[in-house]
């Protein structure tokens, strides 16, 4: 019983840190949703897709928030949608392609290159 409620505390404590940096810096949850799934025993590629299943509710709750406390600018937003909704259905198809070590240095490598360009900014 005491195991069961350290793993689910554990996983209530990851979820709200995957929320808050949701909150924070947009749909950024997802960076560190990837390994914190993986680190629940999750392959590579189930970490990835179930990081979208889990940031989804969240990164919908914060744009509503910001649309109501008027954060957003809807035409500067509504001008990223289509390509963005083109380039999930590509990178989704993608995924099956991409092997778990390509994909692993594909992520690691757009990690690096995010933090070096918000540092250097």
């Known amino acids: 019983m005491k195991k069961k409620l350290m793993k689910t505390a554990g996983l209530t404590l990851k979820g709200m840190a995957i929320g808050i940096v949701n909150g924070c810096f947009g749909a950024g949850g997802g960076m560190i949703a990837v390994p914190l799934l993986k680190g629940t025993g999750l392959s590579v590629k189930e970490s990835h897709t179930n990081a979208v299943a889990v940031i989804l509710p969240i990164t919908v709750l914060s744009g509503i928030v910001y649309l109501l ?30 092997s778990p070590l390509w994909l692993k240095r594909i992520f690691g490598g757009f990690m690096v290159y995010a933090g070096i360009r918000l540092i250097l900014r």
């Not at 406390?69 to 590509?90: K, M, S």
């Open 69 to 98: 406390r008027d954060y957003v600018n809807l035409t500067d937003a509504l001008g990223f949608i289509p390509a963005g909704v083109i380039g999930a259905v590509l990178g989704t198809l993608a995924l099956k392609k991409i």
